[in-house]
């Protein structure tokens, strides 16, 4: 069974530029999870996406957006980057209803 | 006080031991509870998860649960240096259904 993936696998950006980020979560599952993990924090929380919902978003600016296809796929979007947006961006799925997450490889984004 | 703690560690173990790594959390009402661990420059893969206080095994690893103290555990028993790696506790909040992360624990099996 093929696992969540993640595109591109490397990005680099410029300041005030926007960057797109691509995720297929595995089979079955509808729910999407998108973290960022800066160099030396923890997984921040940023959006969570179910059957095509906007489920809850954790506390990022409203530059950080995205959404999800029909067929359960994801994007996210960040606006206006800014040099400390640059992290590794991972996407997570899991069954509707279950919890546990299963993680893509990521995409890490520099801003320069 | 953070909502999910973890000492950030290095736990340094001698190979063979039993590892213990620990996580608290602030939300009385959180019923979920995961352990991942994440390698350097990969993501992070689901260990374990435990909802009902006590314990639960599977394999080499134990997680404990106590929901009074709001703490959560994880033993890694016959420590191997391949289990090296930061453990990340992970929490579901009440109410808002967000899943936490602590900042991790990094853990170095010596051989």
């Known amino acids: 069974e093929a696992g969540v993936t993640q595109s591109p696998t490397h990005l680099i950006k410029t300041r005030g530029q926007q960057a797109t980020l691509r995720c297929s979560p595995i089979?079955?599952?509808?729910?999407v999870y998108w973290y960022q993990q800066a160099l030396g924090l923890g997984l921040q929380f940023l959006l969570w996406y179910d059957e095509g919902e906007e489920r809850n978003r954790g506390n990022f600016p409203p530059r950080f957006s995205g959404r999800q296809f029909p067929n359960y796929s994801s994007e996210l979007n960040v606006n206006a980057l800014e040099l400390e947006d640059s992290a590794l961006y991972l996407c997570?799925?899991?069954?509707?209803?279950?919890?546990?997450?299963?993680f893509g490889p990521g995409t890490r984004l520099t801003v320069t | 006080q953070k909502e999910v703690e973890q000492n950030s560690g290095p736990l340094s173990v001698p190979e063979g031991a039993i590892a213990s790594l620990n996580c608290t959390y602030s939300d009385r009402g959180s019923q979920s509870f995961f352990w991942y661990r994440q390698y350097s420059g990969k993501s992070p893969e689901l260990i374990m998860f435990i909802y009902s206080n006590g314990d639960k095994e599977d394999g080499r690893f134990t997680a404990q649960l106590n929901k009074a103290s709001q703490y959560v555990s994880l033993l890694i028993r016959d420590s191997q240096p391949s289990d090296s790696a930061t453990y990340l506790c992970?929490?579901?909040?009440?109410?808002?259904?967000?899943?936490?992360f602590g900042t991790g624990t990094r853990l170095k099996v010596l051989a």
């Open positions: 997570a799925s899991s069954f509707v209803g279950a919890y546990e997450q299963y």
């Open positions: 089979s079955g599952h509808t729910s």
């Open positions: 992970a929490v579901i909040m009440s109410g808002t259904y967000k899943y936490i």
